[in-house]
């Protein structure tokens, strides 16, 4: 399995892990795989505590942080966080958190206590993202920063690769591939249809290869569906570099999750999930369940943009989290169609050295099929 970004990388296994979640991309790297951890959801602040414990617990392993810039959002072009909030805040049309709030009430999610309340813009945007950036980059382990939803801003490819640090980029379509590679992104993360979160219309088989083609010599990294080493030896027979996943660290042991979300995630097939922009805005797959369908539904008044639409669900989000049992029809569980392989909680070292074991096996396949055919 060892590709050149194993030896540029210096990790065992090209196996890229995305998770919200320290303890799993602590628990990646330490296992021979790379970690990275997304960014999204934390103040700059807090975002550095959580690198500060990375760093004291992941050894001499490297890893990497995720960011989310997308390349087309409401707002865009206001670089100061607290008048994006103010002018964002102000574009919100009432409607939206009325119905909002009704899905909840409908279902008896409680409100949160009084006094607390869910910071509603995220890093979805420049703004928000470029302080996290400043942070990972004083964080000598952080040894790429990966982009989620466009091409990164020439500026902050210059800073990261400034710093020394390699730029990621995910796509969804092979134009979105090359317009990263023309602006100096170094590794292509290629995510096809059936993965978790923001996603795209083309299915992985088809676009991992095209994607390769298209943007070569640039290393590729095969995204969505990916859940066994049989897929791994899939991705790497095509030509990718290694695979980067998702979906697959929400049910290990080190992840943290409500039990009654990891319970959902472990019963779900892989029919039960959708692409809705229901919580962010933009498609995201996710579990399909009654508040995807309320925003479907003729009644609806249709999800707003991003960032907008998050602003209006952030309090959804936050309920759903802290009152999970109550709000299990409603909650925000965004994965992909490989959630059907997902059915029981293990350590992260075992999932990878499952994930190395098919692979061997599935290459060992191939190996015979060859040998059969000359001899
Ligand atoms: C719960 C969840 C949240 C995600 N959030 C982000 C994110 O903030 N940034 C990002 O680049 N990708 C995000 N993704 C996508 C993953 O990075 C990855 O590309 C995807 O999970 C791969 O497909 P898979 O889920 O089939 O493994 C998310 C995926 C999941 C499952």
């Known amino acids: 399995m060892r590709t050149e970004l194993c030896d540029q990388l210096g990790i065992e296994f090209p196996i890229f892990a995305f998770s919200h979640c320290r303890d799993v991309v602590t628990a990646v790297s330490r296992a021979g795989g790379f970690g990275v951890l997304g960014a999204v959801g934390f103040q700059p602040a807090q975002l550095e505590i959580e690198l500060r414990w990375i760093d004291e617990h992941i050894g001499d392993k490297p890893y990497g942080v995720d ?12 670089v100061d966080p607290k008048k994006l909030e103010e002018q964002l805040l102000a574009a919100i049309p009432p409607q939206h ?12 999610v409680p409100k949160l206590p009084e006094g607390e309340k869910m910071t509603e813009l995220l890093g979805w945007t420049a703004a928000t993202a470029t302080p996290q950036i400043a942070v990972a980059l004083k964080h000598d382990k952080v040894k790429l ?6 091409t990164p801003p020439a500026d902050v490819i210059d800073e990261i690769h400034g710093a ?4 990621v980029a995910l796509c969804g379509s092979v134009k979105h591939a090359r317009a990263h590679k023309a602006a100096g992104v170094d590794i292509i993360v290629a995510q096809g249809y059936e993965g978790g979160g923001h996603t795209g219309e083309i299915g992985s088989v088809v676009l991992w290869p095209e994607v390769i083609d298209a943007v070569a010599p640039t290393p590729v990294l095969a995204a969505g569906g990916i859940g066994t080493g049989r897929q791994i030896a899939a991705a790497l027979a095509m030509g990718a570099q290694g695979v980067w996943t998702g979906s697959l660290w929400l049910t290990v042991q080190e992840a943290e999750a409500p039990p009654a979300q990891m319970d959902a995630l472990l019963k779900a097939t892989s029919r039960d999930t959708v692409r809705s922009r ?18 479907e539904a003729p009644d609806s008044p249709k999800p ?7 602003m209006v669900t952030a309090d959804a989000v936050a309920r759903g989290h802290r009152y999970a049992e109550r709000a299990k029809d409603v909650m925000f569980n965004p994965v992909g169609q490989i959630v059907g392989q997902l059915n029981a909680v293990r350590p992260v070292k075992e999932v990878i050295l499952q994930l190395v074991e098919e692979y061997l ?3 060992e396949r191939l190996q015979r099929l060859t040998s059969n055919a000359l001899g």
């Open 304 to 310: 707003l943009g991003m960032p907008l639409q998050f």
């Open 278 to 295: 229901s919580f962010t805005g933009k498609p995201c797959r996710m579990l399909r369940n009654a508040w995807t369908e309320a925003w």
């Open 145 to 150: 920063i990966a982009n989620a939803l466009g």
């Open 164 to 167: 020394g640090r390699l730029v």
């Open 67 to 78: 960011i989310v810039i997308p390349g087309k959002y409401e707002g865009m072009g206001e």
């Open 97 to 108: 958190r009325a119905f909002a709030d009704k899905v909840l009430a409908d279902h008896g």
């Open 361 to 363: 096996e599935a290459a």
